[in-house]
């Protein structure tokens, strides 16, 4: 038990302070008191240790003694711990002893008990109140009187903390911000990790610019200055200004007699404050630990230092300071418009990311007149103009200028990193990873950003100095750049330092190119920069290399089945490419082959047909017969001829390419081979399955030898011989290959895969057709769940699955389920493909042989 324990050792000298974490100041000093006085008491911030049940040591305090309940807002919020406490404390009564630390009611359970009110009297006269309430009327306080004003005493250990609220002597920390809101959180965790040494301990608040750092440092030292006889600011930002500030305390405490040089004062100061204890520095906006170099004291103070540069661990423990939770991004936007509703602020606070910072500047336009909806507008059409206006309380500059500011400094420090940063302000606010690019920028690249990207280990510079600064987050050799900083920085760039910019981030993504798509070992490179490709403006990429990377971006997500963003983006594409270089250029052609399967993959199957052919009938002019680039377009159209239904077309024009491009590449081509698989598609789509599975074999054949075994394109050939096996009757074959197959892609592509459902959906109709029907039920209903979620309940393939599931659910007796899924699935085909598809007739179909089941039922 912490303090003097009274003689008698009843219950009613111990007593339990119960408080929030946001009035730890409150709890500190009151148990301070008591203890003075001479009553035993638990405090859970002095007397639990960390690993402590929180209920069980709740409930002992409220069996062994009384409660001191410290009521406040805080105190009575849902998530408190302190919820627990008082519910609990209802069941015995008697044990209550309420007194109000600020203004607020109590719950209606606990508003016949009478408190006291601790708040707005003088710390004497709180005193007197407390004891009075634990113990009726006493002896006058003893307490020694405040010190005058000749100054603080030497030693200053053995003192009490006094009422939270009354400052220091020494003091010279900013003025309170009057709006500062939330952080509750944060200062519990700063107090607990500050008080818990016996030993000088030194806190860095580390976040990039905006999150409000100093503010909380700010408030932090007004929240528990009762707990401090010494409290001083240091501005930190140019080290060659802190032995001065440092000299200034010496001087005011008496350290240093005036007129000691500002060294050597410094030093005595040093001395001193390892002598006293509850004292307080802050050093604020400090650039890195050896800028605090021979600066920070020894003893049992505490210094807290913010700053951008996370990398403290030398001489600090590091505490992040994150942005706003949108409680708190609420509450402050409604100290400026206290009619804001919970919907416009959510909406403000999500346009501003919830950075403390601009949505003060947002609160300053809000009190200034400027409605919550113009306000938003304004964020919608120009964020960076809205982000350099405001007159933000409690902070030196706005947003828009202090990333200025610092862009300005990181500029004369490290070129590099500011040339990098532009280039990823036009880029996906997401990590981009820049150490892949290292070594492999084009020559277009500017020569800063070329000279710091010259290997990974010279990227470790620029990397470190944009850490350091905090105008983005640096981690695993990549960078992401906040959105709001991003809006800034390019917004500031100028006509020359733009178009700059825009090579450079070409030049980024060009170098970051993972690879073949079809390759899975690439697809981890391309998931990390899928959101860049997909941001970065097509009117910013001129050369040919990057429009590759983002084209091939859109084959990746159709590969991965998410044919309609493809599509989207690359009619973007296509539409700002076409228009700048001519709809002959290479570019243009290739990404109208892509949108071709885009369409393809999106069931517009006749706008698909339409533009291969154009695009073939282009190649042909420009490249000739033979090109490959004609050979490609040739193959696809065949295949688009077959969506549309004109497969005999299809075929005589699938059949003609795999003759050219056997002579023109060889029988191995990865090319030829593809080809000659959707020929294989044609002659079974035609009657010819013979044929068919005699072509699938060889290119089965044939790919397993030149790819592998589990490359997709032989899975691929696998998964179609399978089903040309079963179309001929070869059920038991079909299903030994699909089942192999589905192993396989799912190792290789996923569960996901729209590849790999594919292959589920026909093995399931196979395994019914040898009698495995439980086994093909329980794959079909795990098909339609995950096509359903990958592709959308219309997708001609999801419906494929559902009509399955039917079937297969008639088939095990569950009839009704059968004929309810059946005519839902119908009638989404007739919506989506046409009375005349030929998947209507086969529905209804199986309709009609469900419905003859039940009717022999």
Known sequence: MTGTEASDGSSDQRWFVSHAGADRAWAEWIAWQLLDAGLQVELDCWDWRAGDNFVLKMNAALEQGRFL??????????????????????????????????????????????SRDLFGIGQAEARRVLLEVVSGPSRPDTEPPFPGSGGVPRQLGGSGPRLPGTLPRVWNVPARNASFTGRDTLLVELRQALVTNNRVAVQALHGRGGVGKTQLSIEYAY??????????????????????????????????????????????????????????????????????????????????????????????TPLSVDVFSRTESRALLGTHHHVLNDADADDLA????????????????????????????????????????????????????????????????????????????????????????????????????????TSRLAAGPVLRAIGRHSLARVQDGSVQVHRLTQTVLADQLTGDQQRQAAQDAESLLSAAHPGDVRQPATWPGWRQLLPHLLAVDPALIKTDQGRNVVRDACWYLMDRG???????????????????????????????????????????????????????????RLLGEDHPDTLASASNLANHLSAVGRVE???????????????????????????????????????????????????????????????????????????????????????????????????????EHPDTLFTASSL??????????????????????????????????????ALSLALHLAEVGRVEEALALGGETLGRQRRVLGEEHPDIAQSVEVLQWVKGLQAEE
């Open 223 to 316: 929240r528990f200055a009762g707990e401090y006889e010494l409290a001083w600011w240091i501005a930190a930002q140019d080290p060659a200004l802190i032995p001065d500030q440092l000299a200034a305390l010496a001087g005011r405490i008496g350290a240093a007699p005036a007129g000691t040089p500002t060294g050597e004062a410094v030093q005595l100061l040093l001395e001193e404050l390892r002598t006293r204890s509850r004292w307080l520095l802050v050093f604020d906006n400090a650039e890195d630990p050896e800028s605090l170099t021979g600066f920070l004291p020894g003893g049992t103070g505490h210094v807290v230092i913010t700053s951008r540069n996370p990398h403290w661990q030398v001489c600090a």
């Open 764 to 801: 399931a109709i196979h395994l019914a057709e040898v009698g495995r029907v439980e086994e093909a039920l329980a794959l079909s209903e795990g098909t339609l769940f995950r096509r359903r979620e990958l592709l959308g309940d219309d997708h001609p393939d999801t419906l494929v699955t």
């Open 562 to 620: 998410q044919a309609g963003p493809a599509r989207e983006r690359l009619e973007e594409l296509y539409d700002t490419w076409s228009r700048q270089s001519g709809p002959d250029d290479e570019g243009s052609l290739w990404t109208a082959n892509a949108l071709a399967r885009a369409y393809n993959d999106t069931q517009d199957h006749e706008r698909a047909r339409a533009l291969e052919a154009d695009t073939l009938e282009r190649r042909r």
């Open 69 to 114: 309940a410290l009521f406040s807002p805080a105190y009575f919020e849902p998530e408190r711990f302190t919820r627990p406490e008082w519910t609990a404390m209802v069941a015995m009564w008697e044990k209550i002893t309420p007194v109000r630390v600020c203004d607020v009611e109590a719950p209606p359970l606990l508003r016949a008990l009478i």
């Open 350 to 453: 999500r346009a501003l990311d919830d950075l403390p910072l601009a949505l003060a500047q947002a609160g300053s336009l809000l009190s200034g007149g400027l409605s919550a909806a113009d306000l938003r507008g304004e964020l919608a059409a120009n964020t960076a103009a809205v982000l350099a206006e405001g007159r933000p309380a409690g902070y030196p500059v706005s947003l828009a200028a202090q990333v200025r500011l610092t862009g300005d400094r990181l500029a004369a420090e490290h070129p590099g990193a500011l040339a990098l940063l532009s280039a990823l302000s036009l880029l996906a606010p997401e990590p981009f990873p820049v150490t892949v690019c290292a070594d492999r920028l084009p020559d277009q690249a500017s020569a800063p950003l070329t000279q710091s990207l």
């Open 649 to 751: 077309e299809a075929l005589a024009l699938g059949e003609e390419m795999l003759v050219r491009r056997r002579r023109l590449l060889g029988e191995d081509h990865p090319d030829t081979l593809f080809t000659a698989s959707n020929v294989a598609i044609h002659l079974a789509a035609v009657g010819r399955v013979e044929e068919a599975v005699a072509l699938d074999e060889e290119a089965l054949d044939r790919r397993r030898r030149v790819l592998g075994e589990e490359h997709p394109e032989t899975l691929f050939a696998a998964s179609s011989l399978a089903v040309h096996l079963a179309d001929l009757g070869r059920v038991e074959e079909a299903v030994a290959l699909g089942e192999e197959t589905l192993v396989r892609r799912r190792r290789v592509l996923g569960e």
